[in-house]
């Protein structure tokens, strides 16, 4: 499950929210420029 924040209402929605408009476009207020949040997940590496 994908979360995205429009670029204008800075509101956040998952990708079922995202399929009630046609095309790509903010649930809230219509704008077509969103952007995906990335996860806030911690890698850890081992070193050699």
């Given amino acids: 499950m994908a ?3 429009c670029g204008r209402c800075g509101k ?12 790509i476009r903010c ?6 420029i969103l952007f995906m949040v990335r996860k806030r997940t911690i890698k850890i590496v081992k070193a050699i």
């Fill in 12 to 23: 956040e929605f998952d990708d079922e929210q995202l399929r009630i408009l046609p095309g």
């Fill in 3 to 5: 979360i995205y924040r």
């Fill in 27 to 32: 649930p809230y207020c219509g704008y077509s």
